[in-house]
């Protein structure tokens, strides 16, 4: 039943590290997003992709590398791991309307990375 | 892409109580949403209204929107302390992304 849904949920690691943090919508949604969350719980859009193609990429260092396999799966791959990495991830799915219209978004529960 | 800003930061109202939230923009928009996060959780949308709209119903939430002021309020009537979360409001110019602003974080007391 679970509309948009993230693993892990909890992910610890260490720098310089590489992890990997999954999402899967079952909306029949055409249009992924990933936000990050920091400490001050400020939301800031990081990726959006539409129809497995990248529609919005933010200034997000490119040690971050989002890979939609199909229009179901946003997956977020981040390399070489870093202390101010440490936030709550979240994917989010919409309907795309095209440019003219912006619909609600569907949040996942989120992923909370500690970097040690 | 520009991000709300919501006033106050923070309310603590009693159970049963009204709250009332109010967000300001600062260009003109294609529509306005509200969405609430619960403590540790993702966001839910919570209503969309459009510009060409004044005011909309969902439940035990009133929206209203004033675009000659730019600015939207949330109403909550009868509060319950399942409200408690942190409220956001996301004016939507279309193309550009979505921006969450610091929100404003409800306290509703038993």
């Known amino acids: 039943d679970t509309a948009v849904s993230q693993t892990p949920k909890y992910l610890v690691t260490q720098m310089g590290n590489d992890k990997s943090i999954k999402c899967e919508q079952n909306l029949g949604h055409d249009t992924m997003y990933w936000y990050k969350q920091d400490s001050k719980k400020f939301l800031k859009i990081m990726f959006s992709?539409?129809?497995?193609?990248?529609?919005i990429n933010e200034t997000v260092p490119n040690r971050f590398s989002p890979k939609s396999p199909d229009k179901a799966h946003l997956n977020l791959h981040i390399n070489s791991l870093e202390l101010g990495d440490s936030a709550v991830y979240f994917c989010?799915?919409?309907?795309?309307?095209?440019?003219?219209?912006?619909?609600?978004?569907?949040f996942g529960p989120g992923t909370r990375l500690t970097v040690l | 892409s520009q991000q709300g800003e919501e006033d106050p930061q923070a309310l603590s109202i009693q159970e049963g109580e009204n709250a009332t939230m109010n967000c300001s923009y600062k260009?003109?928009?294609?529509?306005l949403q509200w969405y609430r996060q619960n403590s540790g959780r993702g966001l839910v949308h919570l209503i969309l209204i459009r510009s060409n709209e004044r005011e909309k119903h969902s439940g035990r939430l009133r929206v209203t929107l004033d675009t000659s002021k730019k600015s939207s309020s949330l109403l909550i009537t009868a509060s319950r302390a399942a409200d408690t979360a942190s409220y956001f409001c996301?004016?939507?110019?279309?193309?550009?992304?979505?921006?969450f602003g610091p929100g404003t974080r409800l306290s509703v007391l038993p």
């Open positions: 260009t003109s928009i294609n529509n």
């Open positions: 989010a799915s919409s309907l795309y309307s095209g440019r003219d219209s912006y619909n609600e978004q569907f």
């Open positions: 996301v004016p939507i110019n279309y193309g550009q992304n979505f921006v």
């Open positions: 992709y539409n129809n497995k193609e990248l529609i």
